[in-house]
């Protein structure tokens, strides 16, 4: 079986130091890596780098698969409607022959934002606004889930949602990385530990 | 392009178009400015129609392009903020494809406004008739110039807190050849002289700015998310 991402020593430098240690991961179908790490010890950046939304700035990258990312910033628009999110979503992510998409109806459904499908997201509280951004994974699925600090602002049924997501999506071939500083997945399954360590100044 | 390539691209136009019309002040802004100042000038100077006459190309055209400049505030940044602009680099996405379907949509709200109600402005400032198409010929040619160089001064200083003032220092060196070019036709073309040299000089503009500035405006977003 071929892993969806391979990394090998890569890391990213800003202001020419390296934010992190060189970081080795081969990420498989059907597992699922949380990322650990002290404050500013570059977790965010290294999520962002095998989103692609950073060059990784030394080392190898290779995805081979699609991803789907999601950061602190939402990636929500205030003055849409929930339901013209998701649509959005939907329609700007390319389509994966392998996965099958939810409706924007079913996906906000499942977000538990059923009430509020004509609400501007702007109205939303901070974790509805999560569980929006959230449920873009279920309108636009991909193979590997990049999700920084998925449970910020959940309240523990929401946490519980997210764990689910990810079981499915796991036993649906899909693979995820995961940064998590309280709460970390609770799954029945192993979880791969991915230590990083702060770059250049701290060694 | 096959269909499933253009569909982000077209999703990301109608979700410009419909956030521009539920804000329905994008688009009035910079048609307030047009008329704004295309209203004061005869109070300013005198309504003489010669001397409006003489002065109405030019000062139709600065007023677009000031109008245009305010317009250009909102175009990456409350994508920046929110975290929709890093998204464009997720996956295999075609950013300078994203880029120029940005800048359109932002022509549509921002441009094809004050370029449709022109002839009311020129109106205004006693144009001839004769040259008012001449007039919305260079506006047509021009104003996605001013896009394509405002979109890519407004991702440069998309990091910096008050890039209002370094965004206009940014746009007008470059934008000074399209505002001499166009009133220029125009008076050409008042005074009978040929203008065929003055638009194919506007377009070879517009050329140049369409195949270069897309690049350098993805490049300078992806500095700024970096």
Not at chain 1, 43 to 58: D, F, H, N, P, Y
Not at chain 1, 85 to 104: C, D, E, G, I, S
Not at chain 2, 61 to 66: H, K
Request: glycine letters at 8%.
């Amino acid at each position: 079986m071929k892993p969806y991402l391979t990394a090998n020593q890569v890391s990213f430098h800003r202001h020419s130091e390296a934010v992190f240690q060189p970081i080795d991961l081969e990420l498989y179908p059907a597992t699922i890596c949380v990322v650990t790490g002290a404050n500013g010890s570059g977790k965010t950046t290294l999520l962002r780098t095998l989103a692609g939304v950073l060059r990784a700035s030394e080392g190898e990258l290779t995805r081979d698969a699609s991803i789907a990312f999601i950061g602190h910033r939402a990636g929500v628009k205030d003055d849409l409607s929930c339901i013209e999110n998701l649509v959005f979503m939907q329609r700007f992510y390319p389509k994966q022959a392998n996965r099958h998409p939810l409706t924007p109806h079913q996906a906000l459904k499942q977000a538990g934002l059923g009430p509020y499908i004509r609400r501007l997201a702007g109205h939303l509280s901070a974790g509805q606004r999560r569980r929006l951004a959230l449920a873009k994974l279920l309108v636009a699925p991909a193979d590997v889930w990049l999700l920084d600090e998925p449970y910020t602002s959940l309240d523990t049924h929401a946490c519980q949602w997210v764990d689910e997501l990810l079981d499915g999506h796991l036993s649906d071939q899909g693979a995820a990385i995961v940064t998590a500083h309280q709460r970390q997945p609770s799954l029945a399954r192993t979880l791969h530990r991915l230590e990083v360590v702060a770059g250049a100044r701290a060694a | 392009m096959n269909r499933s390539k253009a569909q982000p691209l077209i999703a990301l136009l109608l979700s410009d178009l419909k956030r521009a019309r539920r804000h329905g002040g994008q688009s009035l802004l910079p048609l307030v400015f047009l008329f704004s100042v295309v209203a004061m000038i005869p109070l300013g100077i005198g309504p003489g129609p010669n001397l409006l006459q003489a002065i109405a190309p030019g000062m139709i055209w600065v007023a677009a392009l000031l109008s245009g400049l305010l317009a250009l505030d909102g175009l990456f940044k409350s994508d920046f903020d929110d975290g929709t602009l890093e998204q464009w680099w997720v996956g295999d996405q075609p950013v300078i494809r994203l880029v120029l379907v940005r800048l359109g949509s932002h022509w549509l709200i921002t441009a094809l406004p004050v370029i449709v109600l022109t002839p009311v402005a020129a109106q205004m400032l006693y144009l001839p008739n004769a040259a008012l198409g001449l007039l919305m010929l260079t506006l047509l040619i021009g104003t996605p110039i001013l896009s394509l160089v405002g979109g890519l001064a407004s991702a440069l200083t998309l990091g910096t807190r008050q890039g209002g003032a370094l965004l206009g220092l940014l746009i007008f060196p470059l934008i000074v050849p399209v505002l001499i070019f166009s009133t220029g036709a125009v008076s050409a073309f008042l005074d009978g002289l040929p203008v065929r040299p003055y638009l194919l000089l506007l377009v070879a503009l517009l050329v140049l700015a369409l195949s270069l500035v897309p690049l350098a405006t993805a490049a300078a977003l992806r500095l700024n998310i970096e």
